[in-house]
């Protein structure tokens, strides 16, 4: 190990990653730190390789540690660029600085993108370019002496979007539009918009730390893992990774429901067979034979709020129901706002999650004046779907029990609650807020058991619970 | 302890000798992984190469390659060692006049010691790589079996006495992630997340797994997978699909990726209908 100022940076970067939510135990530490002794610290993307075998040990907590990895140990820092800088100007003149004022202005800053877009090895590296950018575009005067980073200057200067045309006519040269060939380009090109973009986000961040400091940025910047986001305030993006982490979460809870199932029964006796066994011990029914066990089927009834105030989740709860269809053979779902529909057609085993959900919410009949209404939902779904509900069921909701001060309808969710096996209500609100205005929580939460559900960690609390 | 790789470097250099295209994280891990003398856990989804890799390592190293294939139901029985009593009951009725003692002494020896996967690599006496595959598929009993194993490189039968390994095995364990596996579990591994290659790098392992197939070809052919993974798919083509889709296209003779060629031979990479309906939609073809 080498010197004071490693060993501090190796400490620092470890509390930040525990700061960020990633779960980094001493040893792991330990082992991070033997690792660098035994690497040439000098490449850049061996460290990052390094540190990343032995810390993070979940896909989710890769984006956070990739972004305070970048911090903590920057690829460029400002001194050292503007030194090198001004070394290349004396040794050779004509070649014009990338980050220059003069000369080489906003044209051919967007060529040299459009090419980096199109993939072109020879048009340089893009961690590059973004820096350059940056340093050309990003800077906006602040406070005396003070200057602030912002990557949206960059992106408006550049405007990367609109290269798209341009791009596709060069590189389809001639050839038909609208084809194969024109979507595998499109793809290529809105793929290096975005790591364009998260180059320039980085270099700003860097940007910013060097003036104001590595734990201050840090703590602003990171997201927290994918498993302690909140879903009511989720992006489009980590839906998607969401997606990936619901299956097993699905599968897990299918095999809980079905052991509990399973523990319950034994097998009756069987009179027939009793008897028969007895007339070799004189009717004397010395031994006893029971039925075999019927094959569990499990039953699973889910009503999940898919109004607008709780769309995210409600993004989340058909992406859970289109995950437990797979797993389970009897499973209805219906979907409400202030009415309630089967949307367990939607979610055939084998049919796309997208189009499900596309043809869910134009075809569904849950809207009828577009205010949550708990009370009226469980009215009609006693209703029209009664028998949904039988001994073998289990019966979880989904919602934030907001009901727009209509009336809760206590009794009929009482005896749709009684008539279930068991009964779970989901709730993505956090516990504080329940009882606010118009949340029904406690009320709805005395007949069936409510459980807080924020995020990913807390649902698999609740499988874990089941058990 | 023997020394696996001198650097990533070479861990690169020597890997592609085997026809393994590593990337930086790849090779890195290895590197530690050798280096540090401790498992490594790949995990991934189906078909990025993770148990190839750990083939590619002992062919590199000219280790020799002792596999556990885990699954649902595996026990010590399976995976460490078993007495092998029939054996053991013939020898007791073959020494009739023995006293007790003597047939004991006797019946708990090597030579009535199955040894299985595990016991096989710690008790080898050239350097092994022990590849524990599929790792959640087993229950998560033989996680707790495994930990003693991982961390210290020994085990105790209690006849024999405590087994520690004279040459540190190679550990590469694999996972779908169907299922987390344990803190404990993991704190003792180096993890890799292996995850599908960029394009660049998927052409280069087509060429090198392909002979005779055109460099631009096999460029558009993993520019094209890219495509269909960023799909939502229910299984994505994997690495092994790609380079299927190389020997289908050269054996049909198409040297180019049009439309026609892409629809007529979707089902080589893509084996469910609403993937192929998907894809077929959402590229026009």
């Given at each position: 190990?080498?010197?004071?100022?490693?060993?501090?940076?190796?400490?620092?970067?470890?509390?930040?990653?525990?700061?960020?939510?990633?779960?980094?135990?001493?040893?792991?530490?330990?082992?991070?730190?033997?690792a660098l002794a035994l690497i040439d610290l000098s490449e850049r993307e061996s460290l990052r390789a390094a540190y990343a075998a032995t810390l993070v040990k979940r896909p989710a907590h890769r984006p956070g540690f990739d972004m305070l990895f970048d911090l903590?140990?920057?690829?460029?820092?400002?001194?050292?660029?503007?030194?090198?800088?001004?070394?290349?100007e004396e040794a050779e003149p004509p070649r014009p600085p990338t980050g220059g004022a003069t000369g080489y202005g906003l044209p051919e800053h967007r060529e040299q993108l459009a090419r980096l877009l199109m993939g072109d090895e020879a048009a340089g590296s893009m961690a590059e370019f973004a820096r350059a950018m940056v340093e050309r575009y990003g800077r906006q005067p602040a406070?005396?002496?003070?200057?602030?980073?912002?990557?949206?200057s960059v992106l408006r200067a550049l405007s990367p979007e609109t290269l798209m045309a341009r791009i596709l006519a060069e590189a389809l040269a001639g050839r038909e539009r609208g084809g194969l060939a024109e979507r595998m380009v499109r793809r290529r090109v809105t793929d290096n918009i975005r790591r364009f973009e998260e180059a320039v986000a980085a270099d700003v961040r860097r940007r910013i730390a060097e003036d104001s400091g590595v734990e201050r940025i840090a703590r602003s910047a990171v997201r927290p893992p994918l498993e302690q986001v909140d879903f009511l305030r989720i992006t489009r993006a980590d839906l998607a990774r969401l997606r990936r982490e619901v299956y097993p979460l699905a599968r897990r809870l299918a095999t809980r429901l079905v052991i509990k199932h399973r523990h319950g029964h034994r097998g009756r006796l069987d009179f027939r067979r009793t008897v028969r066994a007895s007339l070799g011990t004189g009717g004397v029914p010395l031994t006893t034979h029971n039925r075999p066990r019927r094959p569990h089927k499990p039953e699973l009834v889910i009503l999940s709020d898919t109004s607008d105030s709780v769309s995210s989740f409600a993004h989340f709860t058909l992406l859970l129901t289109y995950a437990l269809r797979e797993q389970f053979s009897k499973v209805r779902a219906f979907g409400f706002v202030d009415t309630i529909d089967e949307i367990t057609r939607f979610f055939v085993p084998g049919a796309d999650l997208v189009e499900a959900m596309t043809r869910l919410t134009q075809e569904a009949d849950m809207v009828r004046f577009g205010r949550t209404n708990y009370g009226h939902a469980f009215e009609r779904f006693a209703e029209k779907y009664a028998d949904a509900i039988g001994p073998k069921t289990s019966l979880l909701i989904l919602g934030d029990a907001r009901s727009n001060y209509q009336p809760p309808a206590l009794d009929t969710l009482t005896a749709l609650a009684g008539r279930a096996r068991h009964a779970y209500w989901l709730n993505p609100e956090p516990r504080p807020q329940w009882d606010t205005g118009d949340s029904e929580a406690t009320a709805y939460g005395a007949v069936v058991p409510m459980y807080e559900c924020r995020n990913v960690t807390q649902l698999t609390a609740f499988i874990e619970e089941l058990a | 302890m023997t020394t696996w790789f001198a650097s990533p470097s070479d861990v690169r250099e020597r890997l592609a000798a085997v026809h393994y295209l590593p990337d930086d994280a790849i090779a890195t891990s290895v590197f530690l992984a050798g280096a540090l003398g401790k498992p490594l856990l790949a995990e991934g989804p189906a078909g990025v190469g993770k148990t190839q890799l750990a083939k590619a390592v002992a062919a590199a190293t000219g280790a020799r390659l002792v596999r556990l294939q885990c699954y649902e139901g595996l026990d010590e029985a399976r995976a460490l060692y078993e007495w092998n009593y029939k054996k053991q009951l013939l020898r007791i009725q073959a020494g009739a006049g023995e006293s007790w003692d003597e047939t004991h002494d006797d019946i708990f020896t090597e030579?009535?010691?199955?040894?299985?996967?595990?016991?096989?690599?710690?008790?080898?006496?050239?350097?092994?790589?022990?590849?524990?595959?599929?790792?959640?598929?087993?229950?998560?009993?033989?996680?707790?079996?495994?930990?003693?194993?991982?961390?210290?490189?020994?085990?105790?039968?209690?006849?024999?006495?405590?087994?520690t390994a004279a040459v540190r095995p190679f550990v590469v364990l694999t996972s779908n992630a169907t299922r987390e596996l344990s803190e404990a579990l993991k704190r003792r591994c180096l993890y890799l997340n292996l995850v599908y290659?960029?394009?660049?790098?998927?052409?280069?392992?087509?060429?090198?797994?392909?002979?005779?197939?055109?460099?631009?070809?096999?460029?558009?052919?993993?520019?094209?997978v890219a495509t269909l993974r960023g799909l939502e798919l229910k299984k994505s083509p994997s690495i092994a699909e790609t380079i299927d889709w190389a020997n289908t296209l050269l054996a049909l003779g198409r040297d180019d990726i049009s439309e026609a060629t892409v629809a007529d031979t979707l089902g080589v990479v893509l084996k469910h209908a609403s993937d192929q309906a998907r894809a077929r939609k959402e590229l026009g073809l």
């Open positions: 190990m080498t010197g004071d100022g490693l060993v501090g940076r190796h400490v620092g970067f470890v509390r930040a990653l525990r700061e960020a939510g990633l779960p980094v135990s001493p040893a792991e530490g330990l082992d991070a730190a033997r903590w140990f920057p690829p460029v820092t400002s001194a050292l660029t503007a030194a090198r800088e001004a070394g290349a406070a005396a002496g003070r200057q602030n980073w912002f990557s949206y | 030579e009535f010691l199955l040894e299985r996967p595990l016991l096989r690599a710690l008790r080898s006496a050239e350097p092994t790589v022990l590849l524990i595959d599929e790792t959640d598929k087993a229950d998560v009993e033989v996680e707790g079996l495994l930990l003693e194993i991982l961390s210290d490189f020994q085990i105790t039968i209690p006849e024999l006495g405590t087994i290659p960029t394009p660049e790098r998927e052409r280069d392992i087509v060429l090198s797994q392909v002979p005779g197939i055109r460099a631009d070809l096999a460029e558009q052919l993993a520019r094209m």
